[in-house]
């Protein structure tokens, strides 16, 4: 009785650490591992010891006959990554060594490794982790929201609460006695990176892609355009897109690209408000899903059915609770494709694909809306007067025209780094450049450039826009050892002052800044909120409210002084 991974797999490697007979691949060290789309356990050779059920953060692990009928199939997508073999024959284990850290240094003169990182997402938070169990190593995290966590409470869609329980290892990290919040705190205004580099050895910025890459077509823009990345944002409670102008009531949706963000909007769309009701959705989503008059999502990639980009599990997950079709031409380019196609993952997509229904009929009037998957449509433009009335597409590699109206048209062609103040960036890849996490300024140096002494990037700001929340646990880990190795050379430098002074420093320009006592008050009150009606919680939506939920915390010296400095402000 094998343990099967299923969908909410995060890929962060825990469980391959915690399995005594390596039966779970890839491994951080192979090939495949940062690309992979989720980890696969070996039938052949679980022995059923259920260690890495515990180690997993995201409950994503269960035994094969405990599978709810959703996740059936993932005990064939977890065996077809295994090659075909007689019962008895396992894979060879593959050295799973966990990747060791070189400890940083303790020196009698010197102070201990003190590392500010910037952002608290999870690239930030994996590399918290790695820094905080070194002996003495110190960390503390700056976030521009008064709310940590980044994309997994902003950009992991809420019917996904399974995915959200990483923020538990993250609580844990943050719990720990030499690490710091400074929340509500903004690199680049408050302060800047040298004054954030004078009080530590380095700055890693894990501040991910926050913005959305652009598609330049005529139309773009009008009322009625907009991005699906502002739309889970705003589906999300994420205070800067609560007052996003959303309107649901046109019978279609069309969104333009076909990645994992496109499935989690189309299937938020059409899930019943009622089920929706369950989770830490925003207030004001979910009442204007409730009065929302879609009855179909179209989702419209440009290239066939084989280069589909979004991956298996999610696939699964959402022909699993919407209602998902397709269109003739589609279903046949679905055959042609199956045809040719020899990849198991691949395979996999095309055979489920092939399995939907057929679009031919209009979206029905009663019972849910549907979701309607298209290929081959390179988008031409955006037509309507005063708002978006349709989307004009090219057949890809043809004259053929074809128009689909919509009253919502989304663009989720992915996300975009954007520059940081005071580092090198570059524009066609919208990264940092680094060299495996060091900053590189490109102006000097031999070839890529030099490094940037003390400055380091970790997660999407360092390898752009793909991947899973656990990916940035190896991310991370590479990011980590380059800035040990840089403190044991003696090329980081000392910190100018002792922390206390960082503090008041940070006070004197954010005298309302939430530090770990003020986030844990208002994760507190949002799940009190949420209880109230039988949500995991109910988000704050207002930067205000989440202040005003954070100065219920206890009181400890710091936020004593805190206190005081927002009085002295006040009398100011
Ligand atoms: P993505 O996976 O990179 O997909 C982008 C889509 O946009 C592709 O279909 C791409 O088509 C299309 N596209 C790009 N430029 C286009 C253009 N000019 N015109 C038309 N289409 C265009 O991006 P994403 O969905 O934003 O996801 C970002 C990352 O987050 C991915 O690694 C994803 O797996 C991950 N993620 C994971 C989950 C999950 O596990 N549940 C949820 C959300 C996001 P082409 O392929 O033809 O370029």
Known sequence: MPHVITQSCCNDGSCVFACPVNCIHPTPDEPGFATSEMLYIDPVACVDCGACVGACPVGAIVPDNRLDAKQLPFAEVNASYYPERPADVKVP???????????????????????????????????AD???????????????LPTPYGLVRAGVAPDHQETKRIT??????????RFRF??????????????????HHAVLYAVGAPEDRRLDIEGMGLPGTGTATALVAWINGHPDFAHLPVDLGHERVVIIGNGNVALDVARVLTTHPDDLSRTDIADHALQALRGSAIR?????????????????????????????????ADHQRVRDDLAAASDPLTRGKLEILSSLGGASAPAPRIGRPRIRLAYRLTPRRVLGRRRASAVEFSVTGTDEVRRIDAGLVLTSIGY?????????????????????????????GHGSGRPVPGAYVAGWIKRGP???????????????????????????????????????LVLARQPDTVDSAGWRAIDAAEIARGNNDGRPRNKFTAVADMLAAAAGAPQTPSRRRLRARRRERIAG
């Open 466 to 504: 793909t991947g899973f929340i656990g990916t940035n646990k190896a991310c991370s880990l590479q990011t980590v050892q380059a800035v040990v190795a840089d403190f044991n050379a003696g090329k980081l430098t000392d910190p100018v002052a002792e922390p206390l002074a960082l503090e008041r």
């Open 416 to 444: 975009r780094g954007k520059p940081i103040r005071d580092l090198p960036f570059d524009d066609a890849t919208a990264v940092v450049p680094n060299d495996g996490g060091r900053v590189l300024d490109p102006r000097g």
């Open 182 to 199: 400074y929340l509500n705190v903004e690199i680049g205004k408050h302060l800047s990176h040298a004054e954030l580099l004078a009080h």
């Open 93 to 127: 284990p593959t050295s799973k060594l966990a990747p060791v850290l070189p400890a940083a240094e303790v020196h009698a003169r010197r102070q201990p490794l003190t590392v500010a990182i910037v952002g608290s997402g999870p690239a930030a938070m994996y590399a």
């Open 168 to 177: 538990q290892l993250f609580d844990r990290v943050a719990g720990h006695h």
């Open 296 to 328: 179909e999502v179209v989702i419209a990639a440009r290239r066939g059915p084989t280069h589909s980009a979004f991956t298996l599990p999610e696939l699964i997950g959402l022909t699993g609770t919407s209602d998902v079709v397709l269109d003739a």
């Open 130 to 144: 790695e820094l905080l169990v070194q002996n003495g190593v110190r960390v503390n995290v700056f976030e521009r």
